[in-house]
């Protein structure tokens, strides 16, 4: 913003547009058009992106500009495109701009001359640099490829796979015939698979698959072509501004007169089949004048013929008959394949009505007779047989009686038409079978190598009305878009980690889940479709409600009224579904969905065709019984998935594709007129979005398009090199190459099989490589140099090598004397283990002597004899010892005597054991005497628990009944004070009433006497002043007097210091002073408490400021205690000692515990009204312990009738409770430090306190 540098921001018409940043919002800028200044407008940051310093700059590859974006792409796009510069690169991927005019020498012989063997980048942008790419790709991987040419409707398909194909056979052809059949076999199938659509003038309305084989040695053999998903519905119908198949208007425009006469054709108007759409032919202005006039249709009279450079119906016809003879079709099945389309022709000009019997059927017209012989005539049926099959269907019984009768149905009138329409969309289908079958056949091969496989697929298509035909394209080109991620995103980043290239990981849209919402078992559309297919009784809606039923929440499929265009949201949810497809949402009308499913016809019509007389339209069907559903059975309505079938070739297909190396070329449609020099940028952009660019734009901005394996480089660049650098093994070649020409490490990278490049670098290499004979001189001077470089390096290593080796010799020798030692230390110890261990038992042995003396030492009788036992035993083994040492004994030998002593042990053992028994028994006689004794005091100490239990229930009892007792008088107090109150009220009331009537006579004497005043000074009489009356508001005597006695007190304390009334609370007599003085101190402490609560830090912790449980504190608030004279208060207490517990969580625990599972306890000690002690105990913390007088700023500071602990039931408890709590936690010993400091405040647990201490 502060250099002013331009920026591409988004335009509704444009794409981009070119502006300047003025300001930076939260999550927009705003920009300032260059082309409009002063007006600006807001743009999403993620769509606004830098531009290049020279925006009409031109680069040929997009990633060699130094911003890779999508604004960047698409102006470099327009630019090309502006100047007949059609084909731009993204990496290795082709984008091409349909011009819709000839350039000039683009496709010349001598520019495919140019191309030929040159590396990708070292010539412009071309789809013969795609080819070449592709053929080298094949020849030195030893790999098939695939080409894949994929965009909208009239982007230029077709055009440019005919180039493709052109420069494979030219270039690497035999120079036989059967390149030329290959590169002519295209314009049969456009004659038969092509049409005119809204979008593209020459529409491939299938798919194909068109394979180069090459032998062994990378010469072209043969071909061959699969295709896919004709569009049949088009063959009956099309819109008003479409056509048919070309081949109708072809026959119609250029057929000899000899031929129209014989197959009975005459202008498009007269034809259902052609009548409905456009009906004007392609012609230019010579062309159109040798078309005679009966040909035209009034319509092609009126407004004219169509223009196409590329299209002309008559002169196309001519070019379609000599490509047919050159790919091996005589004259006979030339007229075969027109004879049965314009049998099609008249096939769609029967017409039916209902017939006048009750058999509710229908028939032929009259009019349609002449159209039913000559339909019968062209196709080989008997007349009869095909007015009988269009109006009625077979069908074979199965129950019900005699298996196997057959019974005519009649058919109602729109029945015979759809009979009639699904007869001819089976001729033309199996029609354009057989063409791609002969023209297969046309350029056979014995056996081939490799192949490079064109693929020319309709691309993604979205009409106002969308039926199963853009469903079935629009479902491929998902499965082609996901082929392009994993060959060109997925595969491309797997193959940097593999190589560990380090490259960072480009996301992008995975659509496995529009896939599966298709194609998946049992729930996907198609298998639905299928199923329904077959029911008896189909439905399109049935289908529909199936299929939002099984996929409710599925996030790509939704109903049409959540379109955003009004005619969607018109269709009624049964009527149709929107599915999010990789380039945008479509909405599919349903209606048909389940006719065209179905590629079946009637097995009336189906015998009908299959007993032709023609044996061309016979052979035509003599495989379509093979061809049924193999679920079908006897009796059953035929079906042949039309969608299932699409599905296992494109299954097929994918697989092929994947099976080989690919490369991509990207079609673009500049504009929706089809007009030349038109760039129309946000169309433009949108196919690039779709077409998966903006990823590729990613992936490449921090990736490496161009690699090359190092046999490769080798190979390549070997011959340039003296005989001593091509010695070198592939690696090491390399290497020496690109440290020889100092290239930017960051421009490649070394991976583990080959070398990887940035955008460009590749070519630039390749061209310094091939550059003059003096640069390559000093070339391999530099390389010998890194190599001597290179060598010292490893002679440097092979000497530090030898040091390794020196020092492993040394280790392995003293690894030699160390095994040999360990080898005689294992035969010394063979000899002498049986001695060492007799030696270890023995000792075992030995050690048993201290146990039995310790044993003997604690006998009380038979302790001298038992001793004497011990020390012969000891004398043996220390005998046996001495032997095993002095002599050597064999093992039996040893194991003897042990055995020996062994018995002697364990006997003289038992002999002690039984002394043992003896005098255990008398230890547990007196250990019973013991435990009966304990058990009575056991006893003795339950009883008195029991009696103190008992107590203890009793004083709970009582405390509890004075608690209601104190509760009642309560309630009677309040009772009184309320009766009171309204007593005084009333009083009150009744003091203003009588003020308010003294008040009015007052002033009535007021004005009389005013009013005498006047008299008086008129009659000059003098009248004495009374003494005026106090207008004071004059009270009750009873009123002032309680106001007077509340107000009164005796002693004034609201001067005295804290010291003072601390002092006098800890050393007065006077009863009637302590009390005054105890409330006068707590409420000062309520008053800083407060003060101290509103002005606390905000972040303060509450913990600290919390001297009371929450409960406590609120009904000391919400139930204020009416106040009492002190002396009253001291005396009604009369310095009762209450104890009472409840439980306490503090604030901050309350959100860590939510459960409540650590909960703490409050004690409280009140000495008369006011605390003496207070305790709270935490789990998982220290004990708090508070006193009077010391901690009164930490401890509760209401006096026990505000805290309504004497309300709570249950919260009071015993003495006894209080104090072993209190004696456990430490109390007893913290309120002895607090009286030796004279801090404690005198109280009865002082005072108890000092009396135990005395």
Not at 20 to 42: C, M, N, R, W
Request: hydrophobic share 35%; aromatic share 8%; with cysteine.
């Amino acid at each position: 913003m502060e250099d002013g540098k331009p920026v591409w921001a988004p335009h509704p018409v444009d794409g981009f547009q070119l502006g300047t940043i003025v300001d930076i919002g939260a999550d927009s800028l705003t920009i300032e058009p260059l082309k409009q200044k002063g007006k600006t407008f807001l743009a999403p940051i993620n769509q606004v992106f830098p531009a290049e310093d020279d925006c009409d700059k031109i680069v040929e590859d997009n990633c060699s500009l130094m911003y890779l974006n999508e604004a960047t792409l698409l102006n470099n796009v327009r630019v090309r495109y502006s100047k007949d510069k059609i084909y731009t690169f993204v990496a290795n991927i082709l984008i091409a701009v349909n011009p819709y005019y000839d350039i000039p020498k683009l496709y010349s012989p001598e520019t495919i001359k140019q191309y030929q063997g040159k590396s990708l980048g070292t010539l412009p942008p071309h789809v013969y640099a795609i080819a070449d790419k592709a053929f080298r790709d094949m020849r030195v991987l030893k790999m098939s490829q695939s080409i894949i040419v994929s965009g909208e409707s009239g982007a230029g398909k077709t055009e440019n796979t005919k180039f493709v194909l052109r420069y494979l056979t030219t270039s690497y052809g035999t120079g036989q015939d059967i390149d030329e059949r290959i590169v002519e076999a295209n314009p049969l199938l456009e004659a038969f698979g092509n049409a005119k659509t809204v979008r593209n003038n020459n529409s491939s309305r299938f798919g194909k698959f068109v394979e180069i084989h090459f032998n062994e040695k990378n010469s072209v053999v043969g071909g061959f072509v699969s295709h896919y998903l004709l569009e049949k519905s088009r063959i009956c119908m099309q819109s008003k501004e479409e056509r048919n198949y070309h081949i109708f208007y072809r026959l119609c425009a250029g057929a000899s007169e000899d031929i129209r006469q014989k197959f009975h054709l005459s202008s498009p108007e007269s034809f259902r089949y052609l009548n409905r759409g456009c009906t004007r032919f392609f012609a230019s202005k010579e062309t159109d004048k040798q078309i005679p006039q009966n040909r035209k249709s009034p319509e092609h009279l009126k407004q004219g013929a169509l223009k196409d450079p590329l299209l002309d119906d008559q002169g196309d016809f001519n070019r379609m008959c000599g490509a047919m003879k050159k790919i091996g079709l005589d004259d006979t099945e030339k007229l075969d394949l027109f004879r049965v389309v314009a049998g099609v022709l008249h096939l769609g000009n029967i017409d039916f009505e209902e017939a006048g019997s009750t058999s509710g059927g229908c028939t032929p017209k009259k009019s349609s007779s002449q159209t039913l012989e000559y339909c019968a005539e062209l196709l080989g049926l008997d007349e009869e047989d095909l007015r009988v099959s269009l109006t009625t269907r077979v069908m074979l019984t199965t129950a019900g009686g005699a298996k196997g009768t057959v019974i005519k149905v009649p058919l109602k009138v729109e029945q015979a038409n759809n009979a009639r329409d699904a007869l001819a969309k089976a001729v033309y289908g199996r029609l354009f079978d057989h063409v791609v079958k002969r023209v297969n056949q046309c350029f056979p091969f014995e056996s081939s190598s490799f192949f490079i496989g064109v693929l020319d697929i309709a691309g993604f298509e979205y009409f106002e009305h969308n039926s199963f035909e853009q469903f079935c394209i629009n479902y491929c080109n998902e499965k082609l878009q996901q082929f392009f991620n994993e060959r060109i995103l997925k595969e491309e980043q797997e193959l940097y980690q593999k190589e560990g290239l380090g490259v960072n990981e480009v996301h992008y849209v995975d659509n496995q889940d529009c896939i599966d919402l298709v194609e998946a078992k049992l729930v996907g559309i198609l298998d639905i479709l299928d199923e329904e297919n077959r029911l008896p009784q189909t439905s399109d809606q049935h289908f529909t409600d199936t299929v939002h039923q099984k996929h409710k929440d599925h996030f790509r499929l939704s109903i049409p009224r959540k379109s955003k265009l009004t005619v969607h949201r018109n269709i009624r949810d049964d009527e149709g579904f929107i599915i999010r497809h990789f380039a945008g949402a479509v909405c599919y009308e349903t209606t048909q969905f389940v006719e065209k499913n179905n590629d079946a016809l009637h097995t009336s019509l189906e015998y009908l065709v299959c007993e032709s007389k023609d044996r061309f339209v016979r052979e035509l069907f003599e495989n379509s019984n093979n061809s049924k559903d193999s679920k079908q059975k006897a009796g059953k309505l035929s079906f042949i998935s039309v969608g299932n079938k699409f599905k296992t070739q494109l299954n097929i297909l994918l697989e092929k594709l994947r099976s080989t190396g690919s490369s991509f070329i990207r079609c673009v449609k500049p504009n929706l007129k089809m007009v030349s020099r038109q760039f129309e940028g946000a169309q433009i952009l949108s196919q690039l979005q779709c077409s998966g660019m903006v990823s590729v734009l990613d992936l490449m901005q921090g990736g490496f398009p161009s690699r090359a394996p190092f046999h490769e480089l080798y190979n390549m660049y070997k011959k340039y090199m003296p005989a001593k650098l091509t010695r070198l093994d592939p690696r090491l070649f390399c290497k020496a190459l690109f440290k020889a020409l100092g290239l930017n490490e960051n421009d490649y990278k070394f991976g583990l099989t080959r070398v990887f490049f940035r955008p460009g670098k590749f070519a630039e290499f390749d061209q310094i490589m091939k550059s003059d004979p003096d640069h390559l001189a000093e070339l391999v001077k530099r390389v010998n140099k890194w190599l001597l470089c290179s060598r010292w390096k490893k002679v440097q290593w092979c000497a530090l090598s030898v040091i390794k080796l020196k020092n492993k010799m040394k280790y392995r020798a003293t690894a030699c004397i160390k095994m040999q030692k360990t080898v005689r230390m294992w035969l010394c110890r063979k000899k002498h283990k049986p001695r060492i261990d007799g030696l270890v038992k023995v000792q075992t042995l030995k050690k048993r002597i201290d146990k039995f003396t310790e044993v003997v030492s604690a006998l009380k009788e038979g302790k001298q004899e038992m001793s004497k036992q011990v020390q012969d035993l000891e004398t043996s083994i220390n005998a046996l010892m001495a032997k095993m040492k002095s002599t050597v004994m064999t093992r039996l030998e040893i194991e003897k005597e042990h055995e020996v002593l062994v018995k002697r042990s364990e006997g003289m053992l038992g002999a002690l054991q039984r002394k043992k028994q003896e005098e255990e028994e008398a230890e547990r006689l007196r250990r019973i005497q013991e435990e009966m004794e304990r058990e009575r005091q056991r006893a003795e100490e339950k009883e008195r628990r029991r009696k103190q239990e008992e107590d203890d229930r009793r004083l709970k009892a009582e405390m509890e009944a004075k608690r209601k007792q104190e509760e009642e008088a309560r309630k009677k107090r309040e009772e009184e004070e309320k009766r009171l109150q309204a007593e005084l009220e009333m009083q009150l009331a009744a003091e203003r009433e009588e003020e308010t009537q003294r008040q009015a006579v007052l002033e009535q004497e007021r004005r009389d006497r005013e009013l005498a005043m006047r008299i008086a000074q008129s009659e000059s009489e003098l009248i004495t002043e009374e003494t005026q009356l106090d207008s004071a508001l004059r009270r009750g005597p009873q009123v002032q007097a309680t106001k007077a006695a509340v107000g009164t007190k005796k002693y004034e304390l609201s001067k005295w210091k804290y010291a003072e009334l601390r002092d006098a609370i800890n050393t007065s007599c006077d009863i009637e002073l302590l009390a005054a003085c105890r409330e006068e101190f707590h409420r000062r402490l309520k008053v800083y408490h407060a003060w101290k609560s509103k002005n606390k830090k905000r972040n303060t912790d509450t913990d600290s400021e919390q001297r009371a449980p929450k409960s406590v504190t609120d009904y000391a608030q919400q139930n204020p205690a009416p106040a009492l004279p002190a002396r009253q208060q001291e005396i009604s207490m009369n310095r009762q000692q209450r104890y009472f517990r409840i439980p306490f969580i503090r604030p901050a625990d309350q959100y860590k515990d939510p459960q409540n599972k650590k909960k703490g306890w409050w004690y409280a000690h009140f000495d008369g009204a006011w605390i003496a002690r207070q305790m709270e105990l935490h789990p998982d913390k220290q004990p708090i312990m508070l006193v009077a007088g010391k901690d009164d700023m930490e401890m509760c500071e209401l006096s026990l009738e505000e805290t309504g602990l004497t309300r709570k039931r249950g919260s009071e408890i015993l003495p006894r409770q209080f104090e072993e709590i209190w004696e456990r936690c430490g109390g007893i010993q913290y309120l002895r430090n607090a009286v030796e400091s004279k801090q404690a405040r005198p109280t009865y647990a002082t005072a108890m306190l000092q009396n135990l201490l005395q």
